[in-house]
């Protein structure tokens, strides 16, 4: 890497050489600093290119000190501090984000902007993705239940996956891969341009107006986009049971009625609405806190869409276990 | 109006101000040179309250911002305007909503009175017509102009100019600083400029302070700068290669 010091004339106060950035496992301490300050600090690492960029939270080849093993159980410290320091910040950002959606003032109309862009803009590949799915589950499902003679059973089977699991998880997954790292990635260029510092100079809080709107708008729509791929899915199951394969409409819909509960269709609520929660957390949080230049923004939207693709999934269970 | 006492601040080690102090008094200007990554945004940023200070005291008319808090700091700001390096436009907003931003936040004033006043302030910064535009679709130094009539559109009492003219060319520069001067001649605000254009911004401001390794290596009015036999100033505004300071 190019490295470039000023010199000064003997005598005078020198500048420090030393790579200032070099820390041990043992030293990473808690800082619970703005990012915009940490930001600033960066950036200014890479205009001045005075030193080499540790590996965030877990470097310790610079520990020559340490054999192997004593390495990578300070290794492993240093990731267990970097897991319980990112926990507990964006433990309080979501709880600063709540507080912030209880209290006036509202910002009605980016909410309503936001229920557009996660909303709106998703119905068409939740639609499409809706529709497959239940098509599958028609398909398999048909197949399977021919064995034991228990076609009339189809339209259960496909209400109750897509109701309990596959249309809340699935619009989650859809969700964030399209609306989720979209957010990601406009908070992080805003963030990297200077727009947030603005926001906050015009005495304007940069958390009701970019996190809470994001917030609100997934609780809204990710339950409605839900219901739309649940509804869609089970006519795709129709589709495929009914039209192609011969399960009359009275068997697939009326058995559907006889098995099927409003305890399931709330499960499914629920659910939806935890995810919506964690998408706009997950995303939002990533975004603020993204590192500079484009690397910094593409790899918070990694981050982003891998961190929430993870914890729908796990958290889905959480609830499955919990609901069932 | 504005006092820097003795103001240090690291960044994950990396020392950047070891020890910060100048004064700007009420109404004038004073231009803050250095070499770039040397902490003169750092400096701006800490004196708009976006950045904390490891050590040291920064006061605007005697209230010192890091014991403000909530809405004692969002009143303080909104006496400020700050010019961006970049601009930092928001890019989904266009030209008119990017100017009317402040004003639809954090005032009470009915669409019609917004809508005239910044059409009043895209009128000063020669941006008429553009309005319905964004970011986008204009250029380099129309950004510059449409940040500085957003900065503008509240009338500031304090402004934080960073680096107003970089990446322009030469005409484009010196209208956005004729325009940083004529508005300074109207409005009278205090104000802190950080720019490399040493000619010009030296037309402009009353006081220029050094920065260099962190800490105000001089401070004095533009001709006395000019007549620095500090071998520091005197190679940074020559610009000459040889002398202490060195680039490797």
New interface residues.
């Given amino acids: 890497m190019l490295k470039r010091t000023i010199k000064t004339h003997p005598g005078k106060r020198s500048s420090e050489t030393k790579n200032p950035l070099s820390f041990s496992a043992f030293s990473v301490k808690i800082d619970f600093a703005f990012p915009l300050e940490r930001e600033t600090g960066r950036k200014m690492m890479n205009q001045r290119e005075a030193c080499d960029r540790p590996a965030r939270g877990a470097d310790v080849s610079g520990r020559k000190d340490l054999d192997a093993p004593m390495r990578w159980i300070a290794r492993l410290g240093a990731l267990t501090l970097f897991f319980l320091r990112e926990t507990g910040r964006m433990g309080l950002f979501l709880g600063r984000a709540f507080f912030y959606a209880a209290t006036p003032p509202f910002r009605l109309g980016q909410v309503l902007k936001q229920i557009q862009f996660i909303g709106f803009q998703s119905g068409l590949v939740i639609f499409l993705t809706g529709a497959f799915t239940g098509m599958v589950l028609g398909l398999q499902g048909f197949n399977t239940l021919n064995r034991f003679g228990s076609t009339a059973l189809l339209g259960p089977m496909v209400s109750l996956s897509l109701i309990r699991e596959l249309g809340p998880v699935l619009s989650a997954l859809m969700v964030t891969g399209r609306a989720g790292s979209a957010m990601t990635a406009e908070i992080g260029i805003m963030k990297i341009t200077e727009q947030i510092d603005a926001i906050v100079l015009m005495g304007v809080n940069p958390f009701r107006y970019l996190i809470v709107p994001r917030l609100l708008a997934g609780i809204i729509a990710l339950p409605l986009l839900t219901a739309i791929f649940d509804v869609v899915g089970i006519y795709g199951g129709y589709l495929i049971g009914g039209k192609l394969l011969g399960v009359t409409k009275g068997t697939y819909f009326g058995e559907m009625s006889n098995y099927m509960g409003m305890v399931d269709v709330l499960a499914g609520i629920y659910k939806s609405l935890t995810f919506g929660v964690l998408i706009a957390w997950v995303c939002s949080y990533k975004g603020l806190r993204a590192g500079f230049g484009a690397e910094g923004v593409s790899k918070a939207t990694t981050q982003a869409v891998v961190l929430s693709s993870v914890l729908i999934l796990f958290w889905d269970y959480i609830m499955t276990s919990l609901l069932f | 109006m504005i006092k820097l006492e003795d103001v240090h601040k690291s960044?994950?080690?990396?020392?950047?101000l070891r020890g910060v102090s100048f004064e700007v008094p009420k109404g004038e200007i004073l231009a803050l040179i250095g070499?770039?990554?040397h902490?003169k945004?750092?400096i701006l940023?800490h004196v708009?309250g976006?950045?904390?200070p490891d050590r040291g005291r920064i006061t605007i008319d005697g209230k010192e911002m890091g014991r403000l808090k909530g809405p004692e700091i969002?009143?303080l700001?909104?006496r400020?305007g700050?010019l961006?390096?970049?601009g930092?436009?928001?890019?989904s907003l266009t030209v008119f909503d990017n100017v009317a931003?402040?004003l639809k936040?954090?005032t009470k004033l009915s669409d019609q009175e917004i809508e005239g006043t910044v059409m009043t302030v895209l009128e000063q910064v020669g941006l008429r017509g553009t309005e319905r535009r964004y970011p986008a679709q204009i250029s380099g130094g129309m950004i510059k102009r449409t940040a500085i009539a957003?900065a503008l559109v509240r009338n500031p009492e304090i402004m934080l100019i960073d680096e107003p003219a970089t990446g322009l060319d030469p005409v484009n520069a010196h209208t956005i600083l004729d325009l940083i001067r004529s508005v300074h001649r109207q409005i009278g605000f205090t104000g802190i400029i950080v720019s490399h254009e040493l000619t010009r911004v030296f037309q402009i401001v009353q006081r220029v302070a050094m920065l260099f390794?962190g800490v105000i290596i001089t401070v004095g009015t533009p001709e006395e700068i000019m007549a620095s036999q500090n071998?520091f100033v005197r190679q940074f505004i020559t610009g000459e290669i040889e002398g202490?300071?060195?680039?490797?």
Avoid at chain 2, 11 to 16: A, I, K, Q, S, T
Avoid at chain 2, 88 to 91: M, P, V
Avoid at chain 2, 244 to 248: A, D, G, L, N, S
């Fill in positions: 960044f994950d080690g990396l020392e950047v070499i770039s990554g902490g945004s750092v940023k708009a976006l950045v904390k969002e009143a700001r909104s400020f700050f961006f390096q970049g930092a436009l928001f890019s931003f402040p936040e954090k957003r390794e071998p202490p300071i060195q680039y490797r």
